[in-house]
């Protein structure tokens, strides 16, 4: 066993070459990661909101965003970003930015489902009540709606999270140094230890997901308590 090079290689995988050059690694991915679930929830937000409208010129492009990105594989859609935007916007973009952009956009509509079927999942009399007090549609949804859709809606936003998290590997293929691009690397430097770094780099991607996985777990039994309490 070659573990030796895994400590002689820790720091480039924890963080790329920085402070003496570009930020990489283990630090990249999370960035991403946070960048990644930051822009997927509002975005999917608003699409969601959309998606639950019934004016037909809200709901229909919403509808067709979500339908189209969901049949669409996120490999794809980081090749579209990374290869058509020199020819659409006349510049190119690095790539880790082309990533984000395509995990932020095929997160959030997943998201937008989640936000829809939350929403749908409250009674009816929920809106009715609201309504009966003046509010308007609008102001029923920002203040009474939401707030209890979004509490129930929790836990599968981190599920969601961490699927967006493993997601991050495939940004590796456009040469963005996240921690699967580090280790890849490292191994073609090295040549000697492939088992060994890669399965620090399947433990390093397990302890991020078992996090989120754990605050999730966390979060549902408050949930749970929580609506106890309110029966």
């Known amino acids: 066993m070659h573990w030796n090079v895994i400590a002689n290689n820790l720091t480039y995988l924890l963080v790329g070459a920085y402070p003496h050059g570009e930020l990489g690694g283990l630090a990249m991915t999370i960035l991403m990661a946070l960048g990644g679930i930051f822009g997927a929830f509002w975005l999917g937000l608003v699409f969601g909101l959309m998606r639950l409208s019934k004016k037909r010129w809200l709901y229909l492009p919403a509808l067709a965003y979500i339908e189209i990105i969901r049949g669409t594989p996120l490999l794809m859609l980081i090749f579209w970003f990374y290869f058509l935007a020199p020819v659409l916007w006349g510049r190119s973009l690095p790539g880790h930015q082309s990533a984000l952009i395509s995990l932020i956009i095929f997160t959030s509509a997943y998201i937008a489902e989640i936000v829809r079927a939350g929403v749908l999942g409250l009674p009816k009399g929920q809106m009715e009540a609201a309504r009966g007090t003046g509010l308007s549609r609008m102001r029923a ?18 599920n969601q999270f961490v699927s967006l998290t493993k997601d991050t590997s495939l940004a590796f293929i456009i040469g963005v140094n996240e921690l699967t691009k580090a280790a890849t690397q490292v191994n073609n430097r090295t040549m000697v230890a492939p088992t060994e770094i890669f399965i620090t780099i399947a433990l390093l991607y397990f302890v991020i997901c078992y996090v989120l996985t754990a605050f999730s777990r966390r979060l549902e039994k408050k949930i749970m308590r929580y609506q106890a309490r309110q029966r």
């Open 141 to 158: 949804m920002r203040h009474v709606i939401l707030p209890q859709a979004l509490f129930n809606m929790v836990p599968s936003f981190v």
